[in-house]
């Protein structure tokens, strides 16, 4: 009997700084927690990183260490930012109460130099999260674990849906919010409304450009002569501009079907637009004519234009069939 109170005594100091430590962590959660209602996630040091996530807790945290200044060049981390700002605020925004016992902390490594040698961290960001060392959710070593960045910066939603894997099961993370961005309404509206004040002062002197036959016309004609002379295949193929014959001249037209140079392609358009030109001229230019000579002579010029311009069409497809038999003066 004496023995039992002998050791009931000696148990007593064990069970008082047992309750003594609960009572710490409890009250260092709620001081944290009204700190993180003010100002979320919290803006951590070595000192008060130390504090947070000393054992033992009754209560899990979660700490982002970063570089955000410009000198550091972490772009992830400047990416990754507004990201977790979004996470912590939308976090505590559906858990004003503290029920789920998380906290969110940011510690920059301008200010926590120690601690990432601590850690023994060469990069940054890195995502710690502190599981509780005490309670019915203590884990067995209490020791952080890691999110990974290796995929690039994170999505708000990414991370919750890790955070709630890492806390007790059956705990609901909440929903993340995003503010809704008037910044960028404002300057969406103002953008609209000045290119529509410019295009309502400009129509006077844009829309007879615009409703201008002879300019769409003429656009018309230049993408398909681009295009049917073989602009594309210079793009995808990309072939060279000319090429030397072997002789020490240079050879401007390629030969077989599947090739060609990109000078031969210019002079085939040239070729194609000087033949539309007649073409048109021919078909309506000259009718318009008053002048019968005039006239004599236009149908002349433009006629002797065509079967030169079509005998050097046929004398390049020779050339790119050997095979062929036929040509005309004079190439």
């Avoid at 979004?86 to 505590?92: C, D, N, T």
């Avoid at 290119?195 to 007879?208: D, E, G, I, K, Q």
């Avoid at 230049?222 to 002379?229: A, E, H, R, V, Y």
């Avoid at 060279?240 to 031969?264: C, D, H, L, R, V």
């Amino acid at each position: 009997m004496k023995f039992l109170q002998l050791l009931a005594c000696s148990l007593l100091p064990i069970s008082g700084l047992a309750a003594k430590a609960s009572k710490d962590a409890s009250q260092r959660f709620g001081t944290y927690l009204k700190k993180s209602q003010s100002a979320i996630p919290m803006k951590l040091d070595d000192k008060s990183m130390a504090d947070l996530t000393s054992t033992p807790r009754d209560y899990s945290t979660i700490v982002l260490l970063t570089a955000l200044e410009a000198r550091f060049g972490c772009q992830i981390c400047k990416e990754f930012q507004p990201e977790w700002d979004v996470l912590a605020k939308s976090w505590l925004r559906g858990d004003r109460k503290g029920e789920s016992r998380l906290l969110f902390g940011t510690l920059d490594f301008v200010d926590g130099k120690n601690t990432f040698q601590k850690f023994m961290l060469q990069t940054a960001p890195v995502l710690f999260f502190f599981p509780p060392t005490s309670g019915p959710n203590a884990k067995n070593d209490g020791q952080p674990v890691r999110y990974d960045f290796t995929t690039g910066s994170s999505s708000a939603e990414m991370v919750r849906d890790w955070v709630a894997r890492q806390l007790q099961e059956g705990a609901k993370a909440p929903e993340i919010y995003r503010p809704f961005n008037w910044m960028k309404l404002i300057i969406t509206v103002t953008i609209v409304l000045g290119l529509l004040t410019v295009a309502f002062v400009a129509s006077p002197y844009v829309l007879p450009v615009i409703q201008n036959r002879n300019l769409w016309a003429a656009i018309s004609l230049i993408i398909i002569l681009l295009f049917t002379s073989g602009h594309m295949f210079n793009h995808i193929r990309g072939v060279p501009y000319i090429s030397g014959n072997g002789k020490g001249g240079i050879t401007y037209f390629a030969g077989g079907f599947q090739n060609q140079f990109g000078m031969e392609t210019q002079i085939i358009a040239a070729m194609y637009g000087i033949l539309s030109f007649a073409t048109i001229a021919l078909a309506l230019k000259v009718p318009r004519m008053s002048d019968p000579k005039s006239q004599q002579f236009a149908v002349i010029a433009w006629a002797l234009i065509m079967f030169v311009m079509y005998s050097f069409l046929l004398s390049v497809f020779k050339i790119k069939n050997g095979s062929y038999p036929f040509s005309l003066p004079p190439f």
